[in-house]
């Protein structure tokens, strides 16, 4: 299993939530986060000066099966690109163990919704 983190522009979340989701994700978490990288680049936007280190970002964290690894980092690549600085980063790490709490049941098995 793999947590996959990503850090994208909130104007590209909708398309990334879409895509995630119809693609083999059945599950991730979101949130708003502010952070400041080493690229700076002042921007103009109807006439008001902005620094792209202020760019509005969301975290998106997602637990997947080894198989969905590379499909969810490709999709991740392809719909949170604009090609302008601060379009993000993708940080990959090895996850032990998944737990559900309700079954007690262990393993990427955990992963895979069964209703």
Known sequence: MKRIEAIIRKTKF???KEALLSSD???????????????RQDR????VIY????????AITIVCR???V????N??????HTGEIGDGRIF????????????????DVVLRDRK
């Open 51 to 58: 620094s792209t280190d202020m760019i509005e970002r969301i």
């Open 25 to 39: 994700i059945d599950w991730f978490e979101y949130h708003d986060v502010h952070g400041i990288g080493q690229s």
């Open 70 to 73: 590379e499909n969810t980092i």
């Open 14 to 16: 909708e398309e990334v």
């Open 92 to 107: 990959v790490s090895e996850m032990l163990d998944c737990y559900s709490i309700r079954t007690g049941e262990h393993g």
């Open 44 to 47: 103009i936007y109807r006439g």
């Open 75 to 80: 999709t991740l690549l392809k719909i949170a």
């Open 66 to 68: 080894e198989v969905c």
